[in-house]
């Protein structure tokens, strides 16, 4: 009888859970997901942590999420040695067939200088346990009207600002960066995003956090803003060189994603795939952003293409039509904007129907990986042949000369 084919999925976000739930439903497969913590964080509803009536779940257990036939391991992966095919974990070595990295991202650190100060304001990161710890002091905070200042201008700062505005009125919010908030969505997005957030209450002001924050928050043009807490939401930085960095010299991005080949392999290593916010693939116009829009369709055709090459065929090159994004802002409102597409205008619009769309959003989300995994359902996504590539060079996603080395 045929030996099973060894896969290991590394990490358990949307990504690593839904390529571990569609190869676990080929008998083939002998599926091992690392994933520490054992959950899935529901990273696009983060913004409902800091609600007045938190609903829904923000973190689902992995392994009734990816059924019985994949194996999930509650452990951090440490090194992948190419040569031997193995990964290094927190619970000892795994050998591979394949290997599948779907480490994600992480928010931008806190830059020292600011996660050093001890007086006010407070700084906390956009992430589920700061933004939980947070959530315990807004009814003091806000029974104050303490100032609330969120550093960033991209969706996840505009869905923090807006639902602070929203469920704690009495809270003095303000958004700084060094352009609009969602600018780079174009001008219409921006401007009705601002509108929507000045009638939450919410501020904004063009600036950027100087190294210091005694006081207040100091801009780099010299103002200085009074805050009782600082939230950090000014990017996402890749974790693939987390487990990466020792196996080979991999070409990397300046926020830390790999530069993978058209197929999503690594360049000399066939067997080795990275998918998510952890690679970095050239669309149409420019490098495909993170997101889970891009992160789940790679998922599931880096999982196509290990069965494929496990049949003895060439794994295809990655196609993906953008569908455009939804942002929540505030209460049941949300935004959502089109890129221009063949001839199709960019559409933006904002209102409470869309606000339902981004639930049931959400929601697919998350029950596209349990029914992926129950074989009720086959995830789908729109595709077109990206960019022409360079083959079989790299997706021309490298955008600086920095590599990973030993
Ligand atoms: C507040 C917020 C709102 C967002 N809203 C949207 C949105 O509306 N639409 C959208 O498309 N995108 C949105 N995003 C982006 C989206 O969440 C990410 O693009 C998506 O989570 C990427 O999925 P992933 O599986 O690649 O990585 P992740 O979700 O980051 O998952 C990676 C997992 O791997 C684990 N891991 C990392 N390293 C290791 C290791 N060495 N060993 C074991 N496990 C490891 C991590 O703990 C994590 O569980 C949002 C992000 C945030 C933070």
């Given at each position: 009888m045929d030996?099973?084919?060894r896969v290991v999925v590394v990490g358990g976000g949307y990504a690593g859970a839904l390529a571990a739930a569609r190869l676990g439903r080929n008998a083939a497969m002998e599926v091992t997901l690392i994933a520490a913590g054992g959950q899935l964080v529901h990273r696009v509803r983060l913004y409902r942590e800091l609600s007045l009536r938190?609903?829904?779940?923000?973190?689902?257990?992995?392994?009734?999420?990816?059924?019985?036939?994949?194996?999930?391991?509650?452990?951090?992966?440490?090194?992948?040695?190419?040569?031997a095919r193995r990964v290094q974990t927190?619970?000892?070595?795994?050998?591979?067939?394949?290997?599948?990295?779907?480490?994600?991202?992480?928010?931008?650190?806190?830059?020292?200088?600011?996660?050093?100060?001890?007086?006010?304001?407070?700084?906390?990161?956009?992430?589920h346990a700061s933004l939980a710890e947070l959530r315990r002091q807004l009814p003091e905070l806000s029974a104050r009207c303490g100032r609330v200042v969120i550093a960033g201008g991209g969706t996840t700062a505009v869905e923090l600002a807006g639902t602070l505005g929203?469920?704690?009125?009495?809270?003095?919010?303000?958004?700084?960066?060094?352009?609009?908030?969602?600018?780079?969505?174009?001008?219409?997005?921006?401007?009705?995003?601002?509108?929507?957030?000045?009638?939450?209450?919410?501020t904004w002001q063009c600036g950027r956090v100087a190294e210091s924050i005694e006081q207040g928050v100091r801009l780099t043009e010299g103002d200085t803003l009074e805050a009782d807490v600082l939230v950090w939401a000014t990017g996402m930085e890749s974790?693939?060189?987390?487990?990466?960095?020792?196996?080979?010299?991999?070409?990397?991005?300046?926020?830390?994603?790999?530069?993978v080949l058209a197929t999503l392999q690594l360049p000399d290593r066939p067997e080795v795939f990275v998918v998510g916010d952890a690679a970095a693939v050239q669309g149409q116009s420019g490098c495909l952003?993170?997101?889970?829009?891009?992160?789940?369709?790679?998922?599931a055709h880096a999982a196509d293409a290990i069965v494929a090459m496990r049949s003895g065929r060439q794994p295809e090159a990655f196609a993906y039509v953008d569908p455009g994004s939804v942002v929540a802002v505030g209460g049941s409102w949300?935004?959502?904007?089109?890129?221009?597409?063949?001839?199709?205008?960019?559409?933006?619009?904002?209102?409470?129907?869309?606000?339902?769309?981004?639930?049931?959003?959400?929601?697919?989300?998350?029950?596209?990986i349990r029914l992926q995994a129950t074989g009720w359902f086959w995830y789908r996504w729109r595709r077109?042949?990206?960019?022409?590539?360079?083959?079989?060079?790299?997706?021309?996603?490298?955008?600086?000369?920095?590599?990973?080395?030993?």
């Open positions: 030996k099973r084919f938190p609903d829904g779940r923000l973190a689902f257990p992995l392994q009734p999420l990816v059924g019985p036939r994949v194996r999930v391991v509650d452990a951090w992966a440490t090194s992948v040695d190419v040569d927190s619970q000892g070595a795994l050998p591979y067939d394949a290997l599948l990295v779907a480490t994600g991202s992480v928010g931008r650190a806190v830059p020292d200088e600011l996660a050093a100060t001890d007086s006010a304001p407070t700084v906390v990161e956009a992430t929203h469920d704690w009125p009495r809270l003095r919010v303000t958004m700084i960066s060094p352009q609009a908030p969602l600018a780079s969505a174009g001008p219409t997005a921006s401007s009705t995003v601002l509108k929507r957030l000045q009638r939450l209450g919410v974790r693939a060189a987390s487990v990466l960095a020792n196996a080979l010299p991999i070409p990397c991005r300046g926020d830390g994603r790999v530069a952003p993170m997101g889970c829009k891009v992160a789940m369709p790679m998922a949300a935004l959502t904007m089109s890129g221009a597409d063949e001839g199709v205008p960019a559409l933006t619009v904002g209102s409470r129907a869309v606000g339902l769309v981004k639930w049931l959003l959400c929601w697919y989300v998350v029950a596209s077109r042949p990206l960019a022409p590539v360079r083959e079989p060079g790299l997706a021309a996603a490298v955008d600086d000369d920095r590599r990973v080395h030993q």
